[in-house]
């Protein structure tokens, strides 16, 4: 079983930057799309960032675009996602998810994702 363990997160001021590491086991991380996704209470996991197997194909939400940047080390069996400019409507706990069986897709939907990590609570105060 593939297991995913998110790091990095904690309490920040709103403008302040954070980052995410997402450590993987298992021989197929570096042929896997990675995610991001968050939730919120009371909201509905939403898709943040994924990328693809090599690093060069990458998927942002619109409200990330600009000030998030996700990014991957295969050699590390780690992904990270660097939070720049946050917001308090960025607070979430925040997940990392593998895809390893839909080759060349940089998915936005989680149920796309098979393995999950237990999440990271990013929590930014005004």
């Known amino acids: 079983q ?7 997160g904690g309490l920040v001021q709103a403008g302040g930057s954070l980052r995410l ?5 298992g021989r197929t991380f570096s042929t896997s799309t990675m995610g991001w996704f968050r939730q919120a209470p009371g909201k ?4 943040v960032a994924a990328i693809n197997w090599s690093g060069r194909s990458t998927n942002y939400a619109d409200s990330v675009k600009g000030r ?3 990014s991957r080390d295969n050699a590390k069996n780690t992904m990270y996602l660097l939070m720049n400019s946050l917001e308090p409507e960025d ?8 895809d390893p069986r839909h080759f060349g897709v940089v ?3 989680p149920r796309t994702y098979d393995y999950w990590g237990q999440g990271t609570q990013v929590t930014v105060s005004t």
Do not use: K, M, N, P
């Open 2 to 8: 593939v297991q995913l363990v998110e790091s990095g």
């Open 21 to 25: 590491s997402c450590a993987a086991s």
């Open 44 to 47: 509905e996991r939403e898709f």
């Open 68 to 70: 998030f940047t996700i």
């Open 91 to 98: 607070t979430a706990v925040y997940s990392c998810a593998a």
């Open 107 to 109: 998915s936005t939907t």
